[in-house]
């Protein structure tokens, strides 16, 4: 009997190193399956998120405070989250500034489903939030056309290169406050995709980041070409510092973070309902 074609997937993801990193042996068909083939689409995770909301990828990542509005459509993937421990988003200033001194502040956000604005919603309620690209809130800044930037992604390593000031790391503040680990981002499936084929996606997800940490050279050198502004040794910070054990394997602390994370936002009034987090598997 002929065997049934590999079905082909969207898999839809961030042009970031850390992204890159992970998904490397997919990518590049160093791991593969009977059952499943990827076409990687490339988009900022804003852009993303507002695609989740519509259902129009079958594979995604999306924002941790993306996730209420899509529930009802995707379950997450058990691998392939990026966790801060300890560390994570930051709110930056062009003069030293206090963290209590953001109430009222205009601050430049990367978009208002993601993470970092939940968190920072969640640490200051009263602020004026100023949507631009994830890669012009510095020029926001510098412009003085906001009080304030809200950085994500390879920024967090480089804002101090422009002379600003670390107001609050977000992830340090969560951890500090709460003793838990900051879920900012996490891949996602439709419901509708028959089960086997879920088990097969979580399954290649797992073994291509595990891949990418056995074979740390030969992935980082791929990752290199979308680590915007960073030498190798600031690259290999950088995705170390997002893709780790909790990228493997969620378990049961990235869960309740992210339990407490979104029933923080509800009870803020950033999240307008309650919503319990679902995992594959």
Known sequence: MQSSPAREFVCAHSPDSD????FYAMATRKVRSNLVTFEHRLEDIESLNQRAMRGEYEFTAISFH??????????????GCSIGDGYGPMVVAAAPMAMSNLKGKRIAIPG????AYLTLRILEPDFEAVVVPFDKVLEALREKTVDAALVIHEAQLTYNRGGYQLVVDLGRWFRDTHDLVLPLGANAMLKSVPE?????????MRESIQYALDHRDEALNYAMQFARDLDPAMADK???????HYTVDAGQPVRDAAQKLLDLGFEAGVIP???QVEFIG
């Open 19 to 22: 992204d890159a990193f992970m």
């Open 66 to 79: 993306a996730y209420p509005y899509v529930a009802e459509k995707y379950r997450l993937v058990n691998s």
């Open 112 to 115: 208002k489903l993601t993470t």
């Open 196 to 204: 086997p084929i879920q088990l097969e996606v979580c399954r290649l």
């Open 238 to 244: 950088f995705v170390g510092m997002y893709v780790n």
């Open 273 to 275: 309902s309650r919503i």
